[in-house]
């Protein structure tokens, strides 16, 4: 059973479920925007990019997010997932991720944008 993010409840009264494709997604938007150390259980996941939006801007720490949140989706989504191309941009307290992926399972090659503004709620 595929969960949905964030959990929710189903009119039956059960957990809400999704589809595989859409299941996917929600765990990728986890890894990106759950810093490490957030999870009891498990302290180091996640990628920490939401903390960059407020770096200074350059070249050099685009690059350096990107390599991170592939380092990152490839660690905990490989058996799920190929990444094939990430882009990162951090405009004012914006940060939005796109993120290109091959599903393991069915080849089919999904992309999928991702933005946060930073100071409201997730």
Same mark, same amino acid.
């Given at each position: 059973?595929?969960? *949905?993010? &964030?959990?929710?409840?189903?009119? %039956?009264?059960?957990?809400?479920?999704?589809?595989?494709?859409?299941? @996917? /997604?929600?765990?990728? $938007?986890?890894?990106?925007?759950?810093? &490490?150390?957030? #999870?009891?259980? #498990? &302290?180091?996941?996640?990628?920490?990019? *939401?903390?960059? =939006?407020?770096? %200074?801007?350059?070249? $050099?720490? *685009?690059? *350096?997010?990107?390599?991170?949140?592939?380092?990152?989706?490839?660690?905990?989504?490989?058996?799920?997932? =190929?990444?094939?191309?990430?882009?990162?941009?951090?405009?004012?307290? +914006?940060? +939005? @991720?796109? =993120?290109?992926?091959?599903? #393991?399972?069915?080849?089919?090659? $999904?992309?999928?944008?991702?933005?946060? /503004?930073?100071?409201?709620?997730?």
């Amino acid at each position: 059973m595929n969960l *949905a993010y &964030p959990y929710q409840s189903a009119a %039956s009264g059960g957990t809400a479920a999704t589809d595989g494709a859409t299941h @996917i /997604r929600d765990m990728i $938007e986890q890894v990106l925007f759950t810093a &490490p150390g957030e #999870r009891v259980m #498990r &302290p180091d996941f996640g990628s920490g990019t *939401a903390r960059l =939006v407020f770096a %200074s801007n350059s070249v $050099e720490l *685009a690059s *350096a997010t990107q390599m991170l949140i592939q380092a990152s989706l490839q660690h905990w989504l490989n058996a799920l997932i =190929v990444v094939q191309t990430v882009d990162v941009v951090a405009a004012d307290a +914006t940060l +939005t @991720i796109t =993120v290109q992926y091959a599903i #393991r399972a069915t080849g089919q090659v $999904e992309q999928q944008t991702f933005t946060r /503004r930073m100071g409201s709620a997730l």
